[in-house]
Nanobody
Framework: QVQLVESGGGLVQAGGSLRLSCAAS????????MGWYRQAPGRQRELVAV???????TFADSVKGRFALSRDNAKNTVYLQMNNLKPEDTGVYSC??????????????WGQGTQVTVSS
């Protein structure tokens, strides 16, 4: 069993910063890809930023230059530093990880989601 536990959401004024963290635990042989998606009210879930095991990073165009990813491999944790936040960044941010388990099966896992609200 694999679990993703997120933290760091909250309410912030436009121009402010937040840092989200996502820690994976359980039966993990290797984390292939890990990152964040978000869903705003009335909109589809979209990719925000992901990082691969080879350190390749992908960001949504809307967050480039404002958001940054980092990770602690020893803790199986990924951090999303969000700077210069805008009201349109508001949404539920969910952590996702593609994980290879010791039984050699690969699955996608999701965290419970954390609310980010940016006031104007």
């Amino acid at each position: 069993q694999v679990q993703l536990v997120e933290s760091g959401g909250g309410l912030v004024q436009a121009g402010g910063s937040l840092r989200l963290s996502c820690a994976a635990s359980g039966s993990i042989l290797r984390i292939n890809v890990m990152g964040w998606y978000r869903q705003a009210p009335g909109r589809q879930r979209e990719l925000v930023a992901v990082i691969t095991r080879d350190d390749s990073q992908t960001f949504a165009d809307s967050v480039k230059g404002r958001f940054a990813l980092s990770r602690d491999n020893a803790k199986n944790t990924v951090y999303l530093q969000m700077n210069n936040l805008k009201p349109e960044d508001t949404g539920v941010y969910s952590c996702n990880a593609n994980i290879l388990r010791p039984d050699w099966r690969t699955n996608d896992y999701w965290g419970q989601g954390t609310q980010v609200t940016v006031s104007s």
